[in-house]
């Protein structure tokens, strides 16, 4: 009987992420909009900002009466809302009710974030500050996560020359 050497069998090793590495973060991805879009981007972020109180104040209230959030936690949450940058100091809602209930207030934000961009975004396109391509993608980055947009991750801005 002839001997055939064993070799073993070749393997593949697969990393994971590598590509996704080397790709830029979702914030710096702002940077490719024109300056132009970025101003009309802000304006539509502090639009959806001053607004998030009044959107989000009638379900903290309402968790409030059903005793799922305490007057403190809410009073927080709009802190939050209103001024991500001083919820800083705030601290952030422990509780399992409390989170939830800021998530519900986050999606009535998202629903109506699209409504509230719509007019801003229109008279930039008519401006020609914006192109009809820039309005649809704002509008879907808005239907995607302006939660995200609320709670400090904004608009990017180009990096400061040394």
Known sequence: MPVTAAHPPSRRIAVF???????????????TFSPAARAVLELVVEAIASNA???????????????????????????????PEASDEQPAPVSQDARRTL?????????????IAQPI??????????TPAQELRILE??????SRVLRGTRVAEPAPSA
């Open 141 to 146: 980055r808005l239907r995607s996560s302006p």
């Open 17 to 31: 992420g590598s590509v996704a590495a080397e790709r830029p973060p979702a914030a710096d991805r702002d940077e």
């Open 121 to 130: 975004l229109d008279e930039a396109v008519d401006a020609e500050r914006l």
């Open 53 to 83: 109180q009044s959107i989000a104040a009638p379900i903290l209230d309402r968790a409030v009466a059903a005793g799922t959030i305490t007057r403190a936690e809410r009073h927080a949450m709009l802190v939050e809302l209103s001024d």
């Open 103 to 115: 998530r519900e207030a986050l999606t009535a934000i998202r629903r109506a974030a699209p409504a």
